[in-house]
């Protein structure tokens, strides 16, 4: 049995970690912490864990902490001050916030908040799990990717890998359910001020841009240069990314589904729904599935991809166990293999 920490275990996330961890056959949750409720049983923060996880939160001081793994779901600005080549040494660590997924001049620019981890930054292994596999396999540092990204990369690394699109054409419109902002209080999250609503946010200046666009290079092998806007949609979970790109000429619905299926026809956590059906985040719901659709608009010549993951999940705390269970030579499946619950 792998002994597990998690730092910020009361999170969104961390929940979400604890969920999946304590159904995982191969490890062990030893460290839960939290400085909200330092000495509180776990489920007493989250009374669906009675009797299932009753240890107590733990300071977050990595000094009285001796695990195998580490998982940081801290918000971003802190794991760059925790992760030190002193801990690599003996502790593998998946970060699922910021701090270690895009280069430091991408992190002063689009961040603004010091990095402190510079010297372990150059060692993280970026965790999109279906591309980075065999760099995943020895790493010591894992960068979870965005939950964002997670969807748009899955989208849209095949077709500029092959280059069926016009990399300059590309439209990321994304929604997001509320988890997605985390479960600190702030004022956008509050019932009143985002049910019966749909706004978006952060119009030419999201973070998940630098991120999405420096990914896209390294594994589609171009330079991409896009527009990405997200929206907050009052439900629960979910992402959902509609996204637009002129195709190259003579580009047709059969090669963009080959494409597809060569690249993905043997993951079992992507799904290809074709242009037959098109992906909707209630199908995905707490699972590690993200579903891939498409239409190609003979009118327009444009391509639309439609494309849904559970924020939480594929968008975080699977994708990370699915990251865990590659570093340790487990079979990729372990403890994240859910059907989609529904209704929810
Ligand atoms: N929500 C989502 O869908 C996704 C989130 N992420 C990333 O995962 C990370 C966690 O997100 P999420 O769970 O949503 O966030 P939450 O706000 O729900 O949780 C953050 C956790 O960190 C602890 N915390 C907050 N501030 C501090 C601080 N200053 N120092 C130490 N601990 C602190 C909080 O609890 P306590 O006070 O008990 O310590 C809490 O446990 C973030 O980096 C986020 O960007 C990534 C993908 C998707
Ligand atoms: C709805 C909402 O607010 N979503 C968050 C993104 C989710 C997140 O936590 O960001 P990372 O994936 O980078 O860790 C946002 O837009 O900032």
Redesign the pocket.
């Known amino acids: 049995m792998y002994k597990v920490a998690i730092l910020?275990?009361?999170?969104?996330?961390?929940e979400e970690l604890v969920r999946l961890l304590y159904n995982h056959p191969s490890v062990k949750l030893t460290h839960l912490s939290?400085?909200?409720?330092q000495s509180e049983p776990y489920s007493k923060v989250y009374p669906h864990f009675k009797d299932l996880v009753d240890e107590v939160c733990i300071e977050?001081d990595l000094s009285k902490i001796d695990a195998d793994i580490l998982f940081i779901?801290?918000?971003?600005g802190?794991a760059s001050k925790v992760v030190t080549k002193e801990l690599l040494a003996t502790t593998k660590v998946i970060d699922?916030?910021?701090d270690f997924r895009i280069t430091s001049e991408a992190y002063d620019t689009w961040y603004k908040v010091e990095h402190f981890g510079k010297e372990v930054l150059e060692e993280a292994i970026y965790g999109l799990c279906e591309w980075n596999r065999e760099y995943i396999q020895g790493a010591r540092l894992i960068a979870n990717p965005?939950?964002y990204v997670t969807c748009s990369l899955l989208s849209l690394i095949p077709l500029i890998k092959e280059g069926l699109i016009d990399t300059s054409t590309i439209i990321i419109d994304a929604k997001s359910g509320v988890?997605?902002a985390?479960?600190?209080l702030n004022i956008g999250t509050h019932y009143t001020e985002c049910n019966e609503s749909i706004k978006a946010y952060g119009l030419t200046s999201h973070r998940h841009t630098p991120e999405i666009e420096e990914k896209l290079e390294a594994f589609g092998g171009k330079k991409v240069t896009l527009t990405f806007t997200p929206h907050l949609v009052p439900m629960n979970r979910g992402i959902l990314t509609t996204i637009y790109a002129s195709l190259k000429p003579g580009v047709t619905n059969h090669e963009v589904n080959k494409v597809y299926n060569t690249y993905y026809e043997k993951e079992q956590f992507v799904r290809l729904l074709g242009d037959t059906s098109i992906a909707e985040t209630r199908w995905v719901k707490g699972s590690n599935f993200c579903d891939i659709s498409f239409k190609v608009d003979e009118r327009t010549n444009r391509l639309i991809i439609v494309s849904a993951l559970d924020?939480?999940m594929k968008?975080?705390a699977s994708q990370a166990v699915q990251n865990m269970n590659i570093m340790l030579g487990l079979e990729e499946d372990t403890g994240i293999h859910y059907v989609p619950l529904f209704p929810a």
């Open positions: 910020g275990s009361t999170g969104y996330v961390g939290s400085h909200s409720y977050d779901a801290l918000p971003h802190i699922l916030g910021a965005g939950c988890t997605g985390g479960r600190g924020n939480m968008g975080a």
